[in-house]
Structures are given as C-alpha cells and as structure tokens.
C-alpha cells in the first residue's frame, strides 16, 4: 500500500488539511517519525488551529476506514495536569479507537506496532446508550455507562521527538497507538465516586512508575465523559451504545522498555496488565 490518501478522503480538502494527514499517514506506515506538523496548520486561512487539527485527525480516520479497520470507541487525552504539563498543553483532546488498537487479549504488546511508545493507566467505560445531547449532564452520562473497567493506554507520537503542541497531538489522533482494558469490567456503582479511585503502576520488579487517582481526570472521569460527549455532539460524531471510551490518564505517563510488563492496581477496579516485547501481531491488517 502506498503512504497517499485515497482519492474519496481528498476531495474538497484544505491543502494544509492534506499535507498534514499525509505526512502523518505516512510516518505510521513507514515506522518514520516526521516533523510537527503545526507550523503548515497555523495560517492566516487556518486560525481556528484546534478545528484544524480536528479535520486532519479526520481525514486519517477516513484513511483507516478504507483501509477496512471499523471505530470501537474514543479516548480522551491530556485529562491529567500532570500530563499537560509533560506535553506543555492546557486543554483536553479526543481521538478514534480503532478495532486494531484493541490488545486486550494479546499476552505480548508487539513493539514493531509503535514508534515512541508511552503507557499510562486510566479508567475506562462501555457505553449501554448514546450519548447525543449537546450539553448532557453528568447524571445522564452515568446512567449512559454499561461498565466500568481498569485500563492501560499505550500512546504513541508520529511526530519526531514527542514535539508537539495541542493541535499536533489532535492532528495524529491524540497521539493514539494501543489499548488494553483489565478483566474486571462491572457496572457502575449509583453513588460511585470515580474521583476517588487511586492508581498506581508498577514494573515486573515492583518498583512504583506512576500514581494517581480519579481526581486527576478533571476532577472525576465522570467530567472527563461529559466533556466528549460535548464536543463529539457539536463536531457531528456523537459517542453511541456499545463504544468504548478511555477517559484520560490519572497520572504521568511513563515510556516503554523493551522486556517489560506494566500493571496497573486501582482501587475497587481491580488490575490490568501489559507486556512488551517482539512477538506477531494478531489484529493488524495486511499493509495497514
């Protein structure tokens, strides 16, 4: 398969809309990191950059739809201060799950899926109800979640060096790359308070890489759902039953080492796990 967009993703888009999805299209499928992509987003036609990082981001999705991968859900990124300020970003992101990005059941992380890998731990939710209201309460965004479960996110930048600011990482689908979701998956309590839930994950040898808790996601993950549904309804992709949706990291995130097996305990969700290291690649498509 080539590194261009197919021609149905191409027609009525901005040159600087294109020449970013290309690039970043292309850095995936070589496994070649490629320079920000903000300066070409950032013109006087393309001031609203956030909106324009969201139409690349886009066109990538309707890449990989050609491609014959379908969407499974969404993830939210840059929730944790901690993270805005390893990335210096001051607002949240959201990006597509793909079917491929699902290595729950993989007992080995293929290494040769990611470029600049990076692992963090949050909590995760399954839809049982559309979320399409613009300005859907946060009562509402619970009564809306099936399950409530413990998750790994593996993030990953097309971009050299991580050097991205707020509309890089939107363009490069939140700097999405892999996900895993822990084995406990349950339906959420009435009077849960996610924001009390603390996180902590480990190496294979014990030693503590991360920790946080629920508050950090916007002060409860709740909020962090809430803010996707709205701004998901107002861009005309509204989250639907059955999606999964990764609601942002509650603490630093931490790159990835060869050889090594994270996991993540939080409190009432239980653990999940993930190993790295050189082994096949069960979802990926042929040439994606």
Not at 84 to 90: I, K, N, P, S
Request: proline fraction near 8%; glycine fraction near 10%.
């Amino acid at each position: 398969m080539t590194n261009t967009l197919p021609p149905t993703a191409l027609a009525t888009v901005p040159p600087e809309v294109r020449a970013a999805a290309s690039a970043l299209l292309g850095a995936a499928r070589t496994s070649s990191p490629c320079p920000p992509v903000r300066d070409g987003l950032t013109t006087e036609a393309s001031a609203d950059s956030v909106a324009t990082g969201y139409a690349v981001q886009n066109l990538l999705t309707q890449a990989r739809l050609e491609d014959g991968h379908r969407i499974v859900g969404r993830k939210i990124g840059l929730t944790s201060p901690a993270v805005q300020e390893q990335l210096g970003v001051d607002q949240p992101d959201f990006g597509v799950l793909f079917d491929d990005m699902d290595l729950s059941h993989t007992p080995t992380i293929p290494l040769q899926r990611l470029l600049q890998p990076k692992i963090e731990a949050e909590v995760a939710f399954v839809l049982g109800a559309d979320l399409d209201t613009p300005d859907p309460s946060q009562a509402k965004a619970r009564a809306a979640i099936a399950q409530v479960v413990a998750a790994l996110e593996i993030v990953d930048s097309r971009i050299a060096g991580w050097d991205i600011t707020i509309v890089d990482t939107i363009a490069d689908n939140a700097s999405s790359g892999l996900f895993v979701l822990g084995a406990g998956a349950r339906p959420l309590g009435d009077d849960e308070d996610l924001g009390q839930v603390t996180m902590e994950l480990i190496d294979q040898d014990g030693r503590v890489l991360s920790h946080g808790t629920g508050a950090a996601c916007l002060g409860d993950p709740i909020n962090a759902l809430v803010w996707l549904a709205r701004i998901t309804h107002r861009l005309g992709a509204p989250l639907r039953a059955g999606e999964i949706v990764l609601s942002g990291a509650l603490g630093p995130m931490v790159p990835v080492t060869p050889g090594t097996t994270y996991t993540a305990s939080f409190t009432g969700l239980g653990n999940v796990q993930a190993h790295f290291g050189d082994a096949p690649d069960p979802l990926r498509k042929r040439g994606a």
